[in-house]
């Protein structure tokens, strides 16, 4: 009985990973098939004045890079604060992680919606503050959640002994850090994933424009919104734009995504087991 329950449920596995490998494997073969014709070296290196896309790479790199290195200021120090300065039993550090836990659950087009109304009551128009702010806002929880949880398996004990020997709890914070490092990889690696990827935050706050944004304030067009624009226009041509924009995005996340192993794997070998 058992060996059969352990047969079905392997037949289940393997059947849910051919499924999802073929869904991917369908959803590049159609972004590829239909947006390849309309790629061209003009459409990335013009802007969408020229019929190209390259504001939205531009507004893309803007928004998602600022946004990465403020949630990297705000989550590394959280990390450490709440597992080097605090108990693990600390009610405010339970706290802390109840509040990323909720904030992680929130979807995307409700930190949109919210970031839109905050503007709107402040008197500011879309821009490119508006996206940056909106999207931190949204990677924060993952960057927290997926370093805290590897900070957590640190070995307690190395702490002990670096504070017995007379280490500083800045020194002590230099041994953390080397081995978390993977981490940080992963969490950097998994909120690009998203902002680079979500519209619903950026539509409203960010905005649209056919030009490279120079300041702030002025719009900022970003890769997922220029496959909505593209694909709601009613002329075919334009419509191969979206598949084409769309096969930007996915080698971009690709490259982040090799990028981030690479990262894993050089430094996995410094970690203490």
């Not at 959640?145 to 900070?151: G, I």
């Not at 950097?188 to 960010?206: F, K, Q």
């Not at 300041?215 to 979206?242: G, I, N, R, W």
Request: hydrophobic share 50%.
């Amino acid at each position: 009985m058992k060996f059969l329950e352990e047969k079905i449920f392997k037949i289940l596995m393997y059947l849910s990973l051919g499924i999802v490998f073929a869904a991917v494997i369908s959803i590049i073969i159609t972004i590829f098939a239909k947006g390849v014709s309309a790629l061209s070296w003009d459409m990335i290196f013009h802007t969408g004045r020229q019929g190209g896309i390259l504001n939205a790479i531009a507004g893309s790199i803007y928004i998602v890079g600022m946004s990465t290195c403020i949630g990297l200021i705000i989550s590394i120090p959280t990390v450490f604060y709440l597992n080097i300065f605090r108990k693990k039993d600390s009610k405010l550090g339970y706290f802390v992680r109840l509040s990323y836990d909720v904030m992680f659950g929130v979807p995307s087009i409700v930190y949109g919606i919210l970031g839109y109304a905050v503007m709107v009551s402040l008197g500011m128009r879309s821009s490119l503050l508006g996206g940056i702010i909106v999207i931190t806002l949204l990677i924060l929880p993952i960057f927290v959640r997926s370093m805290d949880e590897v900070a957590k398996d640190f070995p307690r004990d190395i702490l002990d002994t670096a504070y017995s020997l007379g280490a500083t709890r800045l020194e002590t914070i230099r041994v953390v850090l080397r081995q978390i490092v993977p981490g940080i990889a992963t969490a950097t690696l998994l909120s690009i994933g998203r902002a680079i990827g979500d519209a619903a935050a950026v539509m409203y706050t960010a905005g649209w424009s056919e030009m490279i944004p120079s300041s702030f304030k002025q719009k900022a067009a970003t890769l997922p919104v220029a496959v909505l624009e593209f694909y709601q226009q009613p002329f075919s041509d334009v419509q191969d734009k979206a598949y084409a924009s769309a096969i930007i995005l996915t080698i971009i996340v690709l490259l982040l995504s090799i990028g981030g192993r690479f990262i894993m794997n050089k430094f996995s070998k410094n970690k203490l087991q």
